[in-house]
């Protein structure tokens, strides 16, 4: 009986484990803006947000998708970028655009 008690705390233990990110938060938005940076070529505005979530973490950026003078109507791209437990950037997705000079259209 001790032994299935113990095998049954060992599975807990490793499902635990599982859904915890072994990764920080800001590791995983360093790597989030590191690699989107690379993927896109394009200039990353900031980090906006950071999610925990069951793979990993979801990070929001910032990118600057288009330059324009003067630069307060540059427009913006926002981007979710997913990174896995493990640090590894897994997708990404721009949600809208907009531009610099415009705030958050959505009313709070």
Request: glycine fraction near 8%.
């Amino acid at each position: 009986m001790e032994m299935a008690e113990n095998q049954e705390e060992h599975e807990k233990s490793r499902q635990k484990g599982r859904s915890q990110p072994t990764t920080s938060a800001v590791s995983a938005a360093t790597t989030a803006r590191e690699q989107l940076t690379a993927l896109l070529d394009r200039d990353i505005e900031q980090v906006v947000g950071i999610e925990r979530n069951d793979d990993g973490w979801t990070v929001q950026i910032e990118v600057v998708e288009t330059h324009r003078i003067p630069n307060s109507t540059d427009i913006l791209g926002l981007y979710d970028v997913q990174v896995d437990r493990q640090g590894d950037l897994t997708g990404y997705r721009r949600g809208r655009r907009y531009s610099r000079g415009h705030g958050d259209d959505r009313a709070s």
